[in-house]
């Protein structure tokens, strides 16, 4: 038994974690995502555009990507100048619900409203550092331990919308 003052051992890792971890790496929705983080990685976030169903970052150096929703997953484009009218009306769906008022259901940070520009100003001057994946999002990762977070959850009227928090991972 470990003492207070004692650094506490280490748990070994749980097997159903890493075996998910395994599925999710190999899965054709992250390698649809991986090529997103070698043209990103190392872009300074100059501004940035939101909507209930999306949201741009467009970088120094002219380049850009557009995040939204489509099939169920948030999906991503990229290119250099800017966004053109098709792209930027991905950021307000209407396929999608609005999911930035608080939710009902239990997940973190359910209770709080989303004000998706807000939370992505954060990332205005910042250098992309890397991308964290998941089932159905990515996240853009930042220095100092930030990433804008984001998932894709039941809105209100029952259809899929996006949530984006600025967070300390």
């Not at 169903?53 to 002219?62: I, V």
């Not at 973190?108 to 550092?129: D, F, M, S």
Request: aromatic fraction near 8%; charged fraction near 25%; glycine fraction near 8%.
């Amino acid at each position: 038994m470990a003492k207070h003052d004692e650094r506490p051992r280490e748990a070994g890792p749980d097997a159903q974690l890493v075996a998910k971890a395994e599925r999710l790496l190999a899965s054709p929705y992250t390698a649809s995502i991986k090529p997103l983080a070698e043209l990103v990685r190392g872009s300074v976030v100059r501004s940035s555009l939101s909507g209930h169903s999306g949201f741009a970052l467009l970088f120094e150096g002219d380049t850009w990507v557009v995040c939204f929703l489509d099939e169920g997953a948030l999906r991503w484009k990229h290119g250099q100048g800017s966004p053109s009218p098709t792209e930027l009306a991905l950021l307000a769906s209407p396929n999608f619900g609005d999911a930035r008022s608080p939710l009902a259901e239990d997940r973190p940070y359910a209770g709080e409203a989303c004000e998706i520009a807000a939370e992505i100003a954060n990332a205005h001057g910042k250098p992309v550092t890397s991308l964290a994946y998941g089932e159905k999002s990515f996240n853009f990762c930042f220095p100092q331990g930030r990433e804008l977070e984001t998932s894709v959850v039941p809105a209100a009227d029952g259809r899929l919308g996006l949530r984006v928090f600025w967070e300390q991972w």
